[in-house]
């Protein structure tokens, strides 16, 4: 997670995180929203990776599919939202 989105969240929300840590319970990932830009192309982002390093990665549908198999091997969780892209028929 990155310093600026741990210090814009509530201390009761940040306690809760510090409690599943040490429990080693994952919390709950949040919902992409399209304030969350891609870092290749600043597209709206649809995948979150975090790496062995904790640094997250964000990318938009077409970086994700490029930089798929990469992104695999290396890293700890890969947050896949680009199911929302499907055409409402």
Request: aromatic share 6%; net charge negative.
């Amino acid at each position: 997670m990155s310093a600026s989105k741990f210090w814009g969240r509530s201390r009761a929300q940040r306690e809760e995180d510090e409690q599943n840590a040490a429990s080693g319970a994952q919390p709950p990932v949040a919902r992409l929203t399209a304030m969350d830009r891609c870092d290749r192309c600043g597209a709206q982002a649809y995948v979150r990776v975090l790496l062995p390093s904790f640094l997250e990665l964000l990318f938009c549908a077409h970086h994700n599919r490029q930089h798929a198999t990469a992104l695999a091997e290396m890293a700890i969780d890969i947050h896949d939202e680009t199911g929302r892209l499907a055409h409402a028929a």
